[in-house]
């Protein structure tokens, strides 16, 4: 146990005596003023949401774990049906978890990295929707870089089973923002390409971050975020250049339930614009996923408290001894086995789709969105992955939002000089020329009604090292497509041939001659 004391609310709602039978939950929340914990207490606001249930909160010390045992047997003791927990640190989870388990109270969480008959996830697994993402890409080597041994272990044990001997892995901890630097420096020395992201939203940001610093956010290296947390609708870069990055969606952010739920219960809406500078500023407790998964689970209790049709007789606080685990204390009779039997009955469409138990407690029947964010259309969703059908891919991929090129800033657009294409105008040097004015010729005509046409700004600048662009023996480009690949340059404009190299780092228009 950490040194420092944790305290973790306990929202009990007790019953009230009436012809219905009614549920006890209880609510279990990792910090003060949780988001899970206001969903709770705003429903109970509202007189029709959670009828029938009554509210108090005490809270649970964990430094001590004697004093946290004793805890959960006075709670108990006061009569307990469900038990609600959002994520909680494994130890405290495996504590709670036993307990619940000896008493026969079920519970949902939404989010649990310990196996237990007695739990009902709400965060569906996305082990094999990332397995089935990287065969479909044809990943030969991938590099893992991860924050949990936990998660790590739980991808591992999948991709073992569906992959052996098809995927050269390696992996590594990120243990600091320190520690990404020589990672990085390691990762571009020996040309690896092809990632796998198992971290927290913040630490995802820093890691795309440090990837940006060292040039390696580009089409040529395929970053893979394996979190439904990860808020990938809300990523926005500095620059314009080419990136390729795929994610998995489970809640869509604008979805109005959730933009509801944020006005009505007065949370901070999670910023527009994510992007990967303000990595230290982003604060988990603003997580979409939280809040719709928390949503969800209380759909669900009242769902489970529908579906529960028992005689008052059967869950009258009679008392029996239990051992002494619970200080010899009495626990009432609860309802925990019918419960858990109704809540693998339950199927309800909630903000995170179709919510379906398995026997298990797992979700099943679940459906996500796979997002790809490239350069050309910013985000794209480019099919679904479900439990049932796998990957699906879209013959149309749906735009969630085009690049817009003209929001942020100018376009910054390199060139060469070839007659009658583009030209110096006279009395300019080739040091000088920064602007569209500094230039003339077929292709600056062109760009200059394009510019017209759309109101958009353009900067350009002669390439560097005068070349149109040739991969070299260690694998990078030089010239106008090295400049594309590694973010200097929005756009090139030339007269440039296209190649079947050329096309697999960078996109082409038609040619117009």
């Not at 609510?27 to 206001?38: A, D, K, P, T």
């Amino acid at each position: 146990m950490p040194p420092c004391q944790i305290l973790l609310s306990l929202l009990i709602l007790a019953p009230v005596w009436c012809e219905v039978p009614q549920t006890v939950l209880y609510g279990l929340f990792g910090q003060e003023n949780s988001i899970e914990e206001r969903v709770l207490q705003w429903l109970m606001d509202e007189p029709d949401e959670m009828r029938g249930f009554r509210c108090n909160v005490n809270s649970l010390p964990t430094a001590n774990i004697f004093n946290m045992c004793y805890q959960l047997c006075q709670t108990l003791n006061t009569g307990l049906d469900l038990l609600f927990t959002p994520e909680m640190p494994e130890p405290v989870e495996e504590i709670v978890q036993s307990y619940m388990s000896h008493f026969s109270v079920p519970y949902l969480t939404s989010a649990s990295r310990v196996a237990n008959p007695n739990t009902f996830n709400m965060l569906p697994p996305l082990e094999d929707a990332v397995i089935d993402l990287m065969r479909h890409f044809s990943w030969s080597t991938v590099r893992i870089l991860y924050e949990n041994a936990v998660d790590l272990e739980m991808l591992q044990k999948r991709v073992n089973t569906n992959l052996e001997n098809k995927l050269s892995v390696q992996m590594k901890q990120v243990r600091s923002r320190a520690s990404l630097d020589g990672i990085f420096s390691s990762f571009k020395q020996n040309n690896e390409n092809r990632f796998l992201l198992l971290a927290s939203t913040q630490t995802t940001l820093a890691i795309l971050r440090v990837a940006e610093e060292k040039q390696m956010l580009s089409q040529k290296y395929h970053y893979m975020i394996a979190d439904l947390r990860f808020p990938c609708k809300k990523l926005y870069f500095s620059f314009t250049g080419q990136v390729n990055i795929s994610c998995f969606q489970l809640i869509d952010p604008d979805d109005s339930h959730i933009k509801g739920a944020i006005a009505d219960m007065g949370i901070d809406p999670m910023p527009e614009k994510l992007y990967l500078k303000d990595h230290l500023k982003y604060d988990n407790t603003t997580s979409v996923l939280r809040l719709g998964l928390a949503l969800d689970a209380m759909r669900v209790a009242q769902k489970v408290n529908q579906l529960s049709r028992i005689d008052l007789e059967r869950w009258l606080p009679e008392k029996r001894p239990v051992n002494s685990d619970c200080m010899n204390m009495f626990v009432p009779v609860n309802r925990g086995n019918e419960l858990k039997r109704q809540l693998t009955k339950v199927k309800m469409n909630g903000v995170s789709g179709n919510v379906q138990f398995g026997e298990n407690g797992v979700r099943q029947n679940y459906t996500i969105e796979v997002i790809k964010i490239s350069r050309i259309a910013n985000k794209v969703v480019m099919g679904t992955w479900s439990d049932q059908s796998g990957l699906k891919l879209l013959q149309n991929e749906k735009t969630l939002e085009k690049l817009d090129l003209l929001s942020e800033k100018s376009v910054q657009i390199v060139t060469i000089l070839a007659k009658p294409f583009t030209m110096l105008k006279a009395n300019i040097s080739a040091a000088n020329a920064k602007t569209i004015d500094d230039f003339e010729g077929f292709c600056i005509d062109m760009l200059r009604e394009i510019a017209r046409q759309t109101n958009m700004t353009f900067d350009l600048h002669l390439v560097r090292d005068g070349n149109y662009g040739a991969q070299m023996s260690n694998g990078s480009w030089n010239g106008m497509i090295g400049e594309l690949i590694d973010g200097t340059a929005d756009l090139a404009l030339a007269p440039l041939t296209i190649t079947s190299e050329r096309q697999k780092v960078v996109d082409f228009t038609k040619p117009y001659m």
